[in-house]
Each structure stands twice: as C-alpha cells, then as structure tokens.
C-alpha cells in the first residue's frame, strides 16, 4: 500500500496480484467499512485468492504492517548511518553513497551546505522497507533537519555553521545540562580566536571512533582536525539531534 492509494487503488493492486478475484469485491467491502479509509501504507503479507473482507480485515489493523524500524541515535557520521539503513532494508552501502549525491536530495540541502549530507541526516526511528530507494529514505533524514531548522528560526546562510557546531556539541556532550555550556565553549573560542582543539574533530577527520587520540592523530593535518586548523571544521562532523541544534541555535551566555 503506498502512501495516498485509494480504496480503488489497493482494490486494482489486489487484483492484479491475484490475491482477490476481482477489484469490486474489494471496492464493495471497503464502502461497507469505514475503517477502509484509514488504511495506512506499508508492506503487508497476504495470500492469493483470499475473500475480500479477509484482505480488509487484515489491512486496516496496523500491527499486520510488515514494516521494519530503524532507530537511527544522534552523533552517528553519514557511513555509519548508511550500514544501518542499509542492514534495516537490504541497500547496498554505494546505494546511499551515490543517494547522497543526487540532485533529489541536495536540492533539499541549505546553500551553505555545498552539497553535503553530513550533519543533516536527522536522527529518529523511521520506518522504511526494502522498497523504499536509498535516494528515498536520504530525502526523508534531510527533509526532517530542514524541518528542525525552519522551526528554529535559523537563516539558511547559517545552517552550515550552526550544523557543525550542533555537530561538535552532539559529539562533544552526553548529558542534557552539558550541551549548553559546550556550544558556549565553541562559541567563545570562534570569538576570541583560538583553535578549538576538540578530540572529537580528530577522530571524524581519521575516521577512527575512540575515547582518546594520539598525538599522531593530533598533528594530523586534514579539514576537520581543529588541532591543526583554525576555525571550525570544514563540514560537520556527525549527525546532530534536535537538542544540540536547538542550543545552538540558542545558546546560553557563560565565559
């Protein structure tokens, strides 16, 4: 069932599969039962040849959807959101990878972006089945940080920025009451100017999850090593959740 289909519709389809005889049968006992109308789409297992109200019945209770959750946490980078989607509905990673490039789902991206995806793939549980194209479920992570951002009042000339911050916040802080006083680090450093010379920006720039660096990996010299580099890191260097983007969009005063 996809999202927007008619009773008429699934009534077609049903036929077709041969799972019903005929498409009335299925049309008349959805004008019996008004439940018909909230049919929600998703994947649903069905045998061939089954009575009409049998079918009915089984697609308007929602616990028969055959739909998998992936719960998708905050701080993840892009290729590890990837091997989740893709072990959830059967993607190859490359699909995502070439997703992540296609006009469908940067034009969904702020300017300041320059066409990359990391930072704005948002954390959540999604639904998503093997039918649903990589391409397809990349536009739905970016359309809900697109989202989060319009109702943060954020200008989209500084998305970027306050994505990589929000980034470095997720990464940097645990809990709740932390987040606030991270960003008001960020923030404070950006101004006075120093090197920020946060460790998580050294693992995102060697690709290596770890609790420490070392001073090899400190040296390193890459866009996102605030070590070596001045500024911010050239992207964002995880996927922020609502909370690290909402603090940073707001953030407290401190010194």
Not at 173 to 179: M, N
Not at 229 to 241: E, M, R, S, V, Y
Request: aromatic residues 4%; glycine residues 6%; contains cysteine.
């Amino acid at each position: 069932v996809n999202d927007g289909d008619t009773g008429r519709t699934i009534a077609t389809n049903l036929e077709k599969a041969g799972i019903v005889r005929t498409a009335k049968a299925f049309v008349d006992a959805c004008n019996d039962d008004s439940r018909c109308a909230a049919i929600q789409p998703g994947d649903y297992a069905l045998k061939k040849e089954m009575r009409a109200a049998d079918i009915l019945a089984i697609l308007v209770d929602p616990k028969n959807r055959q739909n998998g959750k992936v719960t998708i946490r905050e701080g993840l980078w892009a290729n590890e959101i990837y091997a989740l989607l893709g072990k959830a509905t059967g993607h190859p990673v490359s699909d995502y990878q070439a997703a992540a490039k296609s006009p469908e789902v940067l034009g969904l991206l702020p300017p300041s972006a320059k066409g990359i995806v990391e930072g704005y793939l948002f954390p959540a549980t999604y639904e998503f089945s093997s039918k649903d194209s990589a391409v397809v479920q990349l536009k739905a992570m970016v359309a809900k940080t697109a989202a989060t951002l319009t109702q943060l009042n954020v200008p989209a000339d500084q998305a970027e920025r306050i994505m990589t911050i929000a980034s470095i916040v997720e990464a940097e802080a645990r809990r709740d009451e932390d987040r606030p006083k991270v960003a008001r680090v960020i923030l404070n450093r950006l101004a006075k100017p120093m090197r920020l010379q946060l460790d998580s920006t050294v693992s995102y720039g060697v690709q290596k999850r770890a609790l420490t660096t070392t001073d090899a990996e400190r040296a390193t010299v890459n866009a996102w090593n605030t070590y070596t580099k001045d500024g911010l890191p050239d992207t964002p260097i995880a996927n922020p959740g609502v909370a690290a983007i909402q603090t940073t969009a707001n953030p407290t005063e401190g010194t």
